[in-house]
């Protein structure tokens, strides 16, 4: 084969590769995302619910590729991926609100209403929930211990949204334990995939209707997760029990110190209940119990198509 034929097969053949490549994906798998809540493993070890979004829709194909913390507000923790993102086609919720005396003082406008409320708003058709209020005044359906069900298992929006408003009142002491029975009760009654819990409250339990012991096995048995929103707005709660049901069924905690919080903490409630991952720290100097620590995890997200992306989230828990 003489030069110049040879010369020109390897420019065909190199133009031919040219063309065969595909350009590189520009489009970002992720260009913010959600800490959804924490689950306490042990004193050293926490782990995080992480939502990505593109805009302000969950990335439901992503892909968490790796975890570091970027900063910590105090001692020094690693991160790491401890499971990738579980998407749910349908989500079965009962939403279990305090409606205790105390949410006169600590929720003074009802803002927990607005929150519920856009929790609703956010599920699909296929999605079904129910919405109970629990007190140690109101007196409560017959087939349970000490909640009231406002609103049975529907995707109606408008009957959910009418039984939160139902539902936010103030009443007597706070039957947490036996709220938690009864949700997760109702919840595997109702047949429905993916069954979890999602309560609302601003105390510890005060009624012993039913034990801490209860209200784990109950909910374990019934397979329920138990998402748990704590308000302490006076910061002088303890919450670690709350903290423990969360971890022992699978779910997770937030605490929030302000009832104008409420709404960003039911709309990441919903985060995970449709679709979230998981990120553990792993303290290597541990602050003292009780300490708040906030900080900044960098999870770098990847997509079919898309081009792998580092997203910058806030976290924030309590030391046990």
């Known amino acids: 084969m003489n030069k110049v034929l040879l010369t020109s097969l390897l420019l065909a053949t190199g133009l031919l590769a040219s063309c065969d490549r595909t350009p590189a994906p520009t489009t970002p798998a992720a260009t913010t995302g959600t800490v959804n809540g924490v689950r306490v493993v042990n004193t050293t070890t926490y782990q995080v619910g992480f939502t990505p ?7 439901t194909n992503g892909k ?44 003074p406008k009802a803002l927990r209403r607005d929150a519920a409320k856009r929790f609703i708003t956010r599920m699909s058709s296929q999605d079904r929930a129910a919405v109970l209020s629990f007190d140690g005044g109101t007196s409560p359906n017959a087939n349970l211990s000490v909640s009231y069900l406002w609103q049975d298992f529907t995707s109606d929006k408008a009957l959910l949204n009418t039984g939160v408003d139902n539902a936010t009142f103030a009443g007597g002491g706070t039957p947490l334990y036996g709220a938690i029975v009864d949700g997760s009760t109702i919840v595997k009654a109702s047949g429905g995939a993916n069954g979890s ?31 748990a929103i704590g308000l302490d707005a006076q910061n002088n709660l303890d ?28 709309d990441r409630m919903y985060n995970a209940f449709r679709a979230q991952g998981c990120v553990e720290l792993v303290f290597t100097q541990k602050p003292a119990a009780g300490t708040d620590v906030t900080g900044v995890l960098n999870v770098v997200v990847s997509a079919p198509d898309r081009k792998a992306t580092t997203v910058e989230v806030p976290f924030a828990f309590t030391v046990r």
């Open 53 to 59: 979004l593109s805009g302000t829709s969950i990335v």
């Open 64 to 107: 968490l590729d790796s975890a570091a913390v970027k900063s910590i507000s105090a001692g020094t923790a690693t991160a790491r991926v401890c499971g990738q993102v579980q998407v749910q086609d349908t989500i079965t919720a009962a939403i279990s609100l305090d409606s205790t005396g105390s949410m006169d003082d600590n929720d």
């Open 197 to 227: 819990l999602l309560i609302l409250t601003d105390g510890e339990d005060t009624n012993y209707v039913s034990s801490f012991r209860q209200a784990v096995d109950t909910a374990r048995a019934n397979g329920t997760k138990v998402y």
């Open 239 to 266: 919450f670690s029990e709350l903290e423990d049901i969360a971890a022992a069924t699978g779910g997770l905690f937030q605490k929030a110190n302000d009832a104008a919080a409420l709404d960003g903490f039911f």
